[in-house]
């Protein structure tokens, strides 16, 4: 049993070590997720290494039987490291169903496409925002009925306003410029779902919101229409990279508790 525990660990450890530097490797991105992924590896591994030999490499001579105390300290740490698994594991499968299970309903019913917005460069959408618009542009197509709002404002290195560079982005590609709507002011995803509910009903908008964004990103975005009074609230997703999903899902669990804990939300 105990050898068995022991590969596990060293697997998971492996996995979230590649998982930490690829984001940095392959598209030289480094945010918390990545460095959570890195600690929880190199935590994993130093644990394993030091398991039994920690006492005698620090206290060489010292009694066998009087290691308790390291018994103790090192249970404790494979106690939080394994807790921390499981509600990942747990967070996982809630984050999964929001965002690959929850798709809107074929019945015929008004809905509203509501797309997060994301980092936008110089030469226009970054990858991310792109596969949200690709996703955005395969539902309006198939619904042309369906108005839509662009949600985000301008960060600091951002050329134009998130919103500004996806209604560009929908316009160019066939979107009537008459059924986009723009939301510039949000910097995070509680104001996008704030300031998108403003629009929707000054406007008389359908209140059955499609989110589009992330899967990952799904839940949190539900949370927080479910905190503007939306009740009918599905996910469409767009394309992750596959080497960035692990640490922008790490972060995002760190996202979701804070929206529960901090700002009232509810995840069921």
Same mark, same amino acid.
């Given at each position: 049993?105990?050898?068995?525990?022991?590969?596990?660990?060293?697997?998971?450890?492996?996995?979230?070590?590649?998982?930490?530097?690829?984001?940095? &490797?392959?598209?030289? !991105?480094?945010?918390?997720? /990545?460095?959570?992924?890195?600690?929880?590896?190199?935590?994993?591994?130093?644990?394993?290494?030091?398991?039994?030999?920690?006492?005698?490499?620090?206290?060489?001579?010292?009694? @066998?039987?009087?290691?308790?105390?390291?018994?103790?300290?090192?249970? !404790?740490?494979?106690? %939080?490291?394994?807790?921390? /698994? &499981?509600?990942? %594991?747990?967070?996982?499968?809630?984050?999964?169903?929001?965002?690959?299970?929850?798709?809107?309903?074929? =019945?015929?019913?008004?809905?509203?496409?509501?797309?997060?917005? %994301?980092? /936008? @460069?110089?030469?226009?959408?970054?990858?991310?925002?792109?596969?949200?618009?690709?996703?955005?542009? =395969?539902?309006?197509?198939?619904?042309?009925?369906?108005?839509?709002? /662009?949600?985000?404002?301008?960060?600091?290195?951002?050329?134009?306003?998130?919103? #500004?560079?996806?209604?560009?982005?929908?316009?160019?590609?066939?979107? =009537?410029?008459? #059924?986009?709507?723009?939301?510039?002011?949000?910097?995070?995803?509680?104001?996008?779902?704030?300031?998108?509910?403003?629009?929707?009903?000054?406007?008389?908008?359908?209140?059955?919101?499609?989110?589009?964004? =992330?899967?990952?990103?799904?839940?949190?975005?539900? !949370?927080?229409?479910?905190?503007?009074?939306?009740?009918?609230?599905?996910?469409?997703?767009?394309?992750?990279?596959?080497?960035?999903?692990?640490?922008?899902?790490?972060?995002?669990?760190?996202?979701?508790?804070?929206?529960?804990?901090? @700002?009232?939300?509810? !995840?069921?």
């Amino acid at each position: 049993m105990k050898r068995i525990v022991t590969v596990l660990a060293l697997l998971t450890a492996v996995a979230a070590l590649f998982f930490g530097l690829a984001p940095l &490797a392959g598209y030289r !991105i480094f945010h918390l997720g /990545v460095l959570l992924l890195l600690l929880y590896g190199v935590g994993v591994v130093l644990l394993l290494v030091f398991w039994d030999a920690f006492p005698d490499m620090m206290f060489p001579g010292y009694p @066998k039987e009087q290691h308790r105390w390291w018994r103790i300290i090192r249970g !404790i740490l494979a106690g %939080c490291l394994a807790l921390t /698994v &499981a509600g990942g %594991c747990v967070l996982s499968a809630l984050m999964l169903r929001a965002g690959r299970m929850n798709p809107p309903p074929e =019945d015929g019913a008004p809905a509203t496409v509501v797309v997060l917005g %994301c980092l /936008v @460069k110089e030469n226009g959408p970054s990858l991310m925002l792109r596969y949200r618009l690709e996703a955005a542009l =395969d539902y309006l197509r198939l619904h042309p009925e369906a108005p839509v709002v /662009v949600s985000g404002g301008q960060g600091k290195p951002e050329p134009m306003s998130e919103a #500004r560079a996806m209604a560009e982005y929908l316009a160019a590609n066939g979107i =009537d410029e008459t #059924r986009i709507y723009l939301e510039d002011r949000s910097t995070n995803t509680q104001q996008n779902l704030a300031y998108s509910a403003e629009i929707i009903r000054q406007e008389g908008l359908p209140e059955r919101l499609v989110i589009v964004t =992330d899967g990952y990103h799904q839940l949190r975005g539900r !949370i927080y229409a479910g905190t503007q009074g939306f009740t009918q609230v599905y996910g469409w997703s767009g394309k992750t990279p596959w080497g960035l999903l692990p640490s922008y899902g790490v972060r995002e669990m760190l996202a979701i508790g804070q929206a529960v804990v901090l @700002k009232g939300g509810r !995840i069921w």
